[in-house]
Every structure is written in C-alpha cells, then in structure tokens.
C-alpha cells in the first residue's frame, strides 16, 4: 500500500512516497501551485507535515475533566484562542502539581493556512484519503528520543529545507518550536546558530520556562554529513550552552532509516517518524477525515472477512485431516481383516481333513453345549445329603441312588444306629429328624418313607419287625427335587 508523505514549506512543496527501507521524492512544486497539484493518492493514503516560520504556541490551563465534558472545554479554549481552528491543536503537558491538578494544556495552531485548508478541502472532494496534518515540531519529542536525548529539559535544532528548525522539549513532551529562515543562500551558519538560540532563550525566559541557569543547557543539533565538522568545531560548550552535534546519516541509523533522497535535508527525519509512528495529536479534525476514516473502516472489515475466511479455511482443514486420518484407519483395519482370513484359510488347508463338514462339526459341539447345560449334576444333591447327615450322627448311610428322569430323585437306604429293635418310637423320631432337614431347603421334598415298622394306624407288623436280630433297623427315604 502506498504512503504518500507531503512535506510544506514557505518556498517549496516536496512529495515523497514512503517505505521502510526509506523515502522517495516524486515531485516539487511552488507553493502558488498546489491548487492545481494532482495527487495520486487513491491506492494509499496521504500525509501532510507542515514546516512554516508562522506557527503559534501557547499554554493554557483546564480543569481536571475527561471524556466529551474536556473535549468541549478544549475546543472552546481553541476557538477563543484562533479565529479558524480548522488547522489547531491541544497537546496535553500533564497536570499541574496544585491542589487544584489542572490540566496543563499547549495550544498550537498553524497561522495563514488559508492556502493549505483550500487545497484540503478539494482533496477531500476528489477522494484523497488524507490521514492527517502535522507540524515537524509534533514530530520532535519523538526525534529526539529516538536520537539519544535523555535529559529533562533540551534544545533539537535541525537544519531542515525550510530553515533552522528549533524545538524546546521539557519532560519528554513539547514546549515551544520555532522556524529560523536560513540566508538567501540557504546556507547554515555557526553564527546564525548561535543568534537564534540566544533570541530563543530570551523569549523563553520571558515566559518563565527556562531550565535551570546553573546548569548549561543542551542543544541537540542535526545537521548535513558535510557540515558536522565545521559546526562541531566552531560551536563546542561556551556561555552555559553544551552543543552535540548529529550528522544526517548517523540521524537517519538511528531512527531506521536507510535510504535518503538526494539532496534531502533534515527535514526527512520527521517525514520518515510521521509514517512510521504518527503522533497522536495533529492539526486535522475528525470532520476532515472522512475519507480516511471510512477507508480504514474498509480495511478493517476486510481485514476481518479475511481473518474469518482463514479460520474456517483451517478449521475445514483440520475437519479434513481427521477425515483422512479416520480413513487411514479404516484401510489399515480392512487390510488386517483381509491378512488375518488369509491366515484362517491357510491354517484351515493345514488341519486333517474330518469325516463330516466343518459346519456340521460346529452345529454338533453348539447342541452338545445346550444338552450339558440342561442336564444337572448329581453334586448339589449329595452336597445336601451330606449335609443332612452332618446334623444327624446316629444315621448311617447304607446306600445312595441318583436318577435325573425324569426329575432329580435321591434313593436313601440308612440305618438307626444305638437304637434297639423294640424301640419303634425312637427309630420313628429319628429318621423324620432326619427327613426334615432334607425339607428344610424348599427344594427338595420326601415323596416315600419306609420305617422299619408301620406305626400308623392302618400299618401292619410285618415279619421281620418281631425277629430280634444284632443290625440296627433299617430305613429308607425317597427325596425328590422340586422343579424350578
């Protein structure tokens, strides 16, 4: 994008286009001639910085206010101070040290600018994004930070194309800034130095904003490569003034910049620092720049789509990159699949060859399955007995029988042990002792009972119930599991 950067002076207007590596000078012209001056500026913007001898400055004080209340008392304290505040402004100086801490105020404004807010305003109607109109006194703090001056109060002296630029800076920010006209000439000399930096001490001690008298008082002065011996020769420290004397090239390293137009003055430093990084305050109103307000506006908003454009570009490219790793993943598990039937088929050739089809062979083991699994086992029924006859020490067990068809039944044969053969009673008690702990798990239950003898009322003696013989009686129990 092209920066466009017009420097204006009393005898001459000079257009440059700026880049970082450095200016370039596109065209002069007289100063009658900038009516009719065409700028080229509808691909970039253009920046305007004035270098005129006729230039106010004036402190003022204001109350401690901020927002739109202290932009209000700003520009009636400017239309109170300059008839036409088109080209005016209020650069802050900090507050004051009272109990009051007013805000200090310096009131700058550029004196018969008719010509320039002409030419401005057609600039406007023909589309020219003007970004903004500075002084190169604006632009000296800032030079002279960048150049190495660290002390609280000092002199920057340029010899610019327009003249001896002298600016007085106090805590980092500007006080006063003056234009001294070279000689018919245009050359700079020592004495011309030294005349004008004493007029400027006398109007500075008038206002009373002179640095301390015992103190001598530094005065940064830039001036071309081929004068810097001579002035650092004939200046020097005398009469409570310290000079340093800068020379254009080592200026222009210092602040970055590498190429300079030929022929140029000083004046190119504070055109390359207004590009760069302009200043906060500058002489064009809002109203003024409306062509550049809405073209950056522009810029944003499709500085914004781009930005969007972007991140939905990289979020459809991560979207697309989990998809290819996804698929990725899907090949590598077919190829698998594919490897692991391969082996499945070669172990298959392998085996020996059996008497019935493989299908079969499976169908067989699944049905074997089912029948193991719907056929009991005869543990849990022997795990009960067992049980049961833990509980009852004088039941002998003679003999068990196990038949699962069509249900679970246990065939018990025992003996009454310690019980005599004519005590029916007892054998009787024992083995139903003995055949309700079998009922006590609900799923099993006695179906038949056979005692030694019938006690009941319909039984009979049977023949062996009378022979006395030495084995105990005899008994038997026939248990059956429930269903379910």
Known sequence: MPRLLLYISADSHSLYRWERSGLQLLQRFKPEDIARARLKARAGTLQVVADLEREDFHEDHIPFLRGAERRAVIERRLAHRYPDT???AALSLGHATDARRNERLLL????????????????DKAKVRVAGVHSTAHVAAALAAR?????????????NEAGLRQTFVEKGRLRFSRLARTQDNGSLTSALVRTETERMLKYLATQRALPDATRPTRILLVVPDGDRTHFMRTLGSAAGLAFTTIGLSQASRRIGLRRLPEGAGCEVLYLHLAARRPPKEQFLGGENRRNFVAWRLQRSLVGAGVAGFVSCGAYAASLWIEQWMVRQRIDGVQRETVVAR??????STRLPSTPAPIEMLKASALEFRRIAARTPAPEAAFLHVSQALDQSPRIELDALAWSADPEQVLEITGRVSGAAHADHRAIANEVQRFG????????????????????????VLAATAAVEGTEAPR????VARNPG
């Open 86 to 88: 088109r080209l005016a």
């Open 108 to 123: 700058t404004s550029l004196s018969d600018a008719q010509p320039v807010i002409s030419w401005l305003a057609d600039q």
């Open 147 to 159: 150049l190495g001056a660290r002390d609280e109060r000092f002199f920057l002296m340029t010899a």
């Open 342 to 347: 391969s082996q499945l088929a070669d172990a």
């Open 436 to 459: 309700a702990l079998l009922e006590s798990d609900a799923r099993w239950r006695i179906v038949a009972t056979r005692l030694p003898l019938d006690l009941s009322s319909e039984g």
């Open 475 to 478: 008994f038997s129990l026939r």
